[in-house]
């Protein structure tokens, strides 16, 4: 079914678009830019502190945990705040909650927290980002997760 043909009401003379899996790859793709140029940015003091070797605190790094960090925290407050990343604001994308009240924190970090490290930290998780191409609401895990969907705006 074609992602123009499946939508959602928002309002009585309203109809939006559920987003496809290759607009919100392309979003994701710009999102992973922004974030690391952030980490570029954040990381570099780093590399003037123990000889530029990498600090480990066990079985990370400061570098690692720094790096983690800026990744959730940019898309937990960037979807809080605005709804949606940079990536999603270039490409037209929102997410929204299913009921369309406004997103809570729970919805934030169910979707974005959980959702991501479970992708993140299982890496054959990874080809359940292709749930998005073939659900008829075109709803990854996370989104499921979050009770959410990402729309055209």
């Known amino acids: 079914m074609s992602e123009d043909l499946v ?3 928002a309002s009585p003379t309203e109809t939006r678009r559920y987003a496809g899996f290759w607009m919100r790859f392309w979003a994701y793709l710009a999102d ?5 140029s952030i980490n570029g940015i954040v990381l570099s003091p780093l590399k003037f502190m123990n000889e530029g070797k990498p600090i480990e605190i066990g079985y990370w790094t400061v570098a690692g945990i720094l790096s983690l960090l800026v990744l959730y925290l940019y898309f937990i407050l960037m979807t809080k705040f605005y709804g949606q990343t940079i990536g999603k604001m270039i490409f037209g994308l929102k997410v929204i909650r299913k009921d369309l009240e406004p997103l809570q924190w729970s919805d934030i970090i169910f979707r974005e ?9 299982l890496f054959i998780a990874q080809l359940l980002y292709l749930v998005v191409a073939f ?6 895990i996370h989104d499921m997760l979050g009770d959410t969907w990402v729309v055209h705006e």
């Open 135 to 140: 659900d008829t609401k075109k709803q990854g």
């Open 113 to 121: 927290l959980v959702g991501r490290f479970f992708y993140r930290f």
């Open 7 to 9: 939508a959602y009401t």
């Open 32 to 36: 992973l830019v922004i974030v690391f």
